[in-house]
């Protein structure tokens, strides 16, 4: 199973490709994550990146393209895959299809959690109400204000991409706004179809 999960900042990708992991036994390919991880070693890819994160902007496509070229060919992605928040530019959407066709792979669905933007501030503002109160730190792009850019990078350099599989018949739409459970549901039916 190899998907791409797309959907707004919050919206419930990583929520949903943990399940789909436990449940299809395949890798989550976070580029936050992997970024966020680059930041944390202090690594040159995460010197460059840091700034640009915590402004709530996107990182070059280069970066991302790069992170992303060496995972798919990772032993941990022979059995699929689950890429999320990637692509996130129409750029990166063409050089994943070129990727994908360089390395004889094909894409099972493409899924995007459609949320509002004022559910999507209340669930950025509920994870840190949570994170908080575990004691554990927030991420510095984690705030109202930068939500805001994250949101307006959304909307200008990311929602092109849902057209982008629209036009090769690829892309399945569900509603990101009902509980967890039930867009669980929605996904496997989804898949199923
Ligand atoms: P990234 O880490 O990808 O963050 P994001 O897309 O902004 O998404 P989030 O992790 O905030 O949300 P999510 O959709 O995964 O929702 P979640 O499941 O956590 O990117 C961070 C930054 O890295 C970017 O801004 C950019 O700078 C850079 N970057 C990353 N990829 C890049 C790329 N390809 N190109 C360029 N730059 C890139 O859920 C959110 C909360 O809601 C949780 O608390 C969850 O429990 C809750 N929740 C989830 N689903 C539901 C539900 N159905 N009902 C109620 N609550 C729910």
Redesign the pocket.
């Known amino acids: 199973m190899r998907l791409v999960?797309l959907?707004?900042?919050?919206?419930?990708?990583?929520?949903?490709?943990?399940r789909l992991v436990a449940k299809w036994g395949i890798v989550q390919l976070?580029?936050?994550?992997?970024?966020?991880a680059a930041v944390a070693a202090g690594s040159p890819l995460g010197l460059e990146?840091k700034a640009?994160?915590d402004?709530?902007?996107?990182?070059?496509?280069r970066?991302?393209i790069e992170l992303?070229d060496a995972r798919l060919d990772g032993a941990d992605a022979a059995k699929g895959f689950i890429l999320?928040?990637?692509?996130?530019?129409v750029a990166?959407a063409e050089a994943l299809d070129a990727l994908l066709e360089a390395k004889r792979m094909r894409l099972d669905a493409v899924i995007e959690?459609v949320?509002d933007e004022p559910m999507l501030l209340k669930?950025?503002e509920?994870?840190i109400r949570?994170t908080l109160q575990a004691g554990g730190s927030v991420?510095a792009?984690?705030n109202p204000e930068t939500l805001k850019t994250?949101l307006d990078?959304?909307r200008k350099q990311t929602a092109p991409v849902s057209a982008h599989y629209a036009g090769k018949g690829a892309l399945k739409q569900l509603d990101?706004?009902?509980?967890?459970e039930?867009?669980s549901r929605a996904v496997d039916g989804a898949l199923a179809s």
């Open positions: 999960l959907g707004p900042p919050g919206a419930g990708k990583g929520t949903q490709a943990q976070s580029t936050g994550d992997m970024l966020r990146a640009i994160m402004r709530g902007e996107l990182v070059p496509d970066l991302v992303i999320d928040g990637f692509p996130r530019t990166q959690l949320v669930r950025v509920n994870r949570e991420r792009d984690d994250r990078a959304y990101g706004m009902a509980p967890i039930e867009v």
